[in-house]
């Protein structure tokens, strides 16, 4: 992790939890005026309170470290709201349908943000039978490449991991298909809506 829990996302919590610094100390079984030292920095929690600080608070180690707390309103976990996570540092590709907090390596992720297709990330679709054959014109070297595409509709996904010194195409059942992600390894997530396929 970039950072240990804080004494600022500590006061936070309690106080959106409506605990008092005594409260939380007996809930932690330490006294109060570690609880206090811990919000006024001059002292930080012993690493093995991290589980039961986490617990008190209903939340993640993660979210803990962070200083972010993740509300999920995505309840209907439509895939159009996908999000999609890449570790910068062994390139694990991950999906949620909605807000969470996700490391690998001990890096903290944020979700990609997508642009629209580029001139420089084109991508072409084509239409036989009942999939979508698509092309990305992109170099494929080992240092610059198309990681995956991902093909969204309403209710699934499909994802097609491809490789260095391979080729920038796949093929994607059009069951419903909405709208399909890129993800350059260089220049980051792309999408184009294919509705005008």
């Not at 206090?36 to 589980?51: N, V």
């Not at 059009?174 to 792309?190: A, P």
Request: proline fraction near 3%; include cysteine.
């Amino acid at each position: 992790m970039n950072q240990y829990v804080t004494g600022a996302v500590i006061k936070e919590l309690r106080e959106k939890n409506n605990l008092t610094q005594s409260e939380l100390a007996m809930i932690l079984n330490v006294s109060d005026k570690a609880v206090s030292k811990w919000e006024t920095a001059k002292g930080y929690p012993d690493i093995s309170l991290l589980e039961p600080i986490a617990s008190a608070f209903k939340i993640s180690i993660t979210e803990l470290l962070s200083g972010n707390a993740i509300t999920n309103m995505n309840v209907s976990a439509n895939m159009l709201r996908s999000q999609f996570y890449v570790c910068p540092v062994c390139g694990n590709v991950i999906h949620s349908m909605g807000e969470m907090t996700i490391s690998c390596h001990g890096v903290q992720l944020l979700p990609e943000q997508a642009e629209l297709s580029d001139d420089n990330h084109m991508i072409l679709i084509e239409k036989i039978e009942d999939e979508y054959y698509v092309q990305i014109d992109h170099e494929m070297t080992k240092n610059h490449y198309i990681s995956f595409v991902a093909a969204l509709s309403s209710d699934g996904m499909q994802i097609i991991k491809l490789y260095p010194e391979g080729r920038a195409e796949s093929r994607l059942k059009i069951r419903g298909v909405k709208r399909i992600y890129y993800f350059c390894n260089r220049d980051g997530l792309y999408y184009i809506d294919v509705s005008a396929y």
